[in-house]
């Protein structure tokens, strides 16, 4: 971090560069106000410090005596402002030029040293004087770069706090139970450390364990909303994989033969369903052959199957649930598999539903999920929609919980929090001596302070926030 930090003015242009209505450029810091005097004017003539602390001013911009634009001038006093410093937006018609020669001007000045920010300086400025927290500031992060209304959604409910309060409240139970530990480790002869005392740390620290594994969880289903739900097309060859991906992508996207083993390699494609962000692969259908090429297909398949969050086993209705279906049914997450009874259109009506009962009877698979569908009827999207939503949204197999986003770096200090956690509880069940634990539990309380900032490494700050955009 600079030494300067608290002492330099920082100028950046905050609008997307090119053309647009507005244009808009941020100066914080402790000479914001100054140097903002020097390029504005307002059109009344009122000098800066009659402005309000809090004001919006209409005026012209100016390069010395060169009039660049019309212009509004915001003027926030910190520490009630964006980055907790004072803080002057210019805000003119969109354009490369005005704003150009507006920050050259603005970082010219051999008595008024201002700096061009860095990308995510201002956040981290925000950061750096508690505006907000990490998880905070990296949500803005969140939000700006969001493909869809569900991942924007979570992202400002992160800006406002949301998961910062989840991770507090766990942290603050951490800490009385550290603190309890701590007063017996230092002061055995008060007796707080009998046998019931260490149950009651166990208990209250299983507590502490779920509530951290439920953001884990929740974390999981947020995943999904910013990357999207990652879904296999798995079976045997023929069975109608490919017809359904071009079914659902509304084009013909895989190549569709009456061959078994048409499809070798994967295919993968991204579709928005009914909101939820789908990442559709298509894979071999699964035999046992003699072509190098098409093994390493299959390989593949099962390789995307173990990793997908939802598998739809396609089987061919004309054939039924085969041996091999069994088997390769037998390998899946039930909990994470929809069985797809495709071709229905070959089967009479009627018969339909006893058919696929039977089949799921017979073969051992009743409990499982499953749906009805021809691939090659348009109608079969809606089907297929409404059994992943359900799949997806009503937590039948996800357990529904208030989702939350997180990016690697949090997901593995939560992860580190939980695994640090188990280790305390590990220690405390063995009745071994309590100071250990609690060693655990700092290596905990220290992991959750990363996602928050609290007990992250200057370098690491400096790390993340040059990830942002300029003027961010
Ligand atoms: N009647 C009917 N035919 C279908 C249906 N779905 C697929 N087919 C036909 O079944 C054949 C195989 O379809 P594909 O989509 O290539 O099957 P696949 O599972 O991708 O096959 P591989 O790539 O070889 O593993 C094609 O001739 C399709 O037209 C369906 O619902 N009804
Ligand atoms: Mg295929």
Not at 396 to 424: D, F, G, P, V
Request: a negative charge.
């Amino acid at each position: 971090m600079r030494d300067d930090f608290t002492n330099d003015t920082i100028a950046a242009i905050i609008t997307a560069p090119g053309i647009g209505a507005m244009g808009a450029l941020r100066l914080s810091g402790p000479a914001a106000f100054v140097a903002a005097a020097r390029v504005f004017r307002s059109k009344r003539g009122r000098l800066m410090e009659e402005l309000g602390d809090y004001s919006l001013t209409y005026g012209g911009i100016y390069a010395g005596d060169c009039f660049l634009d019309q212009a509004l001038l915001l003027k926030m006093k910190g520490p009630h402002s964006f980055t907790g410093e004072d803080v002057a937006e210019l805000q003119c018609h969109g354009g490369p030029v005005v704003l150009g020669r507006l920050i050259e001007t603005l970082t010219s000045w051999p008595d008024l040293p201002i700096r061009p920010a860095q990308p995510g300086e201002f956040s981290q400025r925000a950061f750096l004087n508690g505006k907000m927290d990490l998880s905070q500031a990296e949500a803005v992060m969140e939000l700006v770069s969001a493909s869809n209304q569900k991942a924007a959604g979570l992202a400002a409910e992160q800006i406002e706090g949301a998961l910062s309060r989840r991770i507090s409240q766990i942290k603050s139970r951490l800490l009385n139970l550290l603190a309890s530990i701590e007063v017996d480790v230092d002061f055995p002869d008060e007796g707080l450390g009998d046998r019931e005392g260490a149950k009651g740390w166990s208990r209250q620290l299983r507590q502490i364990l779920n509530d951290t594994a439920e953001l884990l969880a929740a974390a999981n289903l947020g995943k999904i909303y910013r990357e999207g739900l990652r879904i296999v097309f798995y079976g045997r060859p023929n069975a109608g994989k490919s017809s359904l991906l071009n079914g659902i992508l509304q084009e013909p996207r895989a190549i569709v033969t009456p061959e078994p083993g048409t499809t070798r390699d994967t295919l993968e494609e991204r579709i928005l369903l009914k909101g939820i962000p789908l990442v559709l692969t298509d894979t071999a259908g699964i035999r046992e052959t003699g072509s190098q090429a098409e093994k390493a297909g299959v390989d593949r398949a099962r390789q995307m199957a173990l990793k997908a969050d939802l598998v739809l086993y396609i089987v061919d209705m004309q054939e039924g649930i085969t041996a091999e279906d069994s088997d390769l049914l037998a390998e899946l997450d039930k909990a994470r598999t929809l069985i797809v009874f495709n071709k229905m259109d070959l089967i009479e009506e009627d018969e339909n539903g006893t058919m696929t009962a039977e089949a799921m009877k017979e073969a051992g698979f009743e409990d499982w999920q499953c749906c009805r569908l021809s691939a090659l009827d348009p109608r079969s999207l809606e089907i297929l929609a409404k059994h992943i939503k359900s799949f997806f949204v009503t937590g039948r197999h996800y357990r529904q919980s208030q989702e939350i986003l997180l990016n690697r770096r949090q997901e593995e200090a939560l992860l580190k929090a939980k695994t640090a956690l188990e280790a305390a509880l590990a220690v405390l069940e063995k009745g071994w001596p309590e100071d250990m634990a609690a060693i655990d539990l700092k290596q905990a309380w220290s992991a959750l302070g990363e996602l928050t900032g609290e007990t992250v490494q200057p370098a690491l700050v400096e790390e993340i926030f040059s990830r942002f955009c300029l003027g961010k």
